[in-house]
């Protein structure tokens, strides 16, 4: 399995870009941002391709103050966690 979140930290002039590898095809993941608070700032719902893996991007430019956030991407039972830090 692989989750990578890029770039970080960012200065958030472009995209937030998630990358999911090691699933299997067809799988829904939650993916979501939280500030350091647990306040949901943005989530998307993804669906894995044929390969168990995709790449989605939060356009969330110039709309996120600096600080510590967290990525968290949730399918049944599995529960992978990223910080992001944003200057």
Known sequence: FEFIVFPNPSDCTEDINVSI?????NEKILVVLTDITGREVYSKVMITDDDGAFVTAFDIQN??????YMITATSGNDIYRKKLVVK
Do not use: E, F, V
């Open 21 to 25: 590898k090691g699933y299997i095809s």
């Open 63 to 68: 709309r996120l103050p600096a600080g510590m």
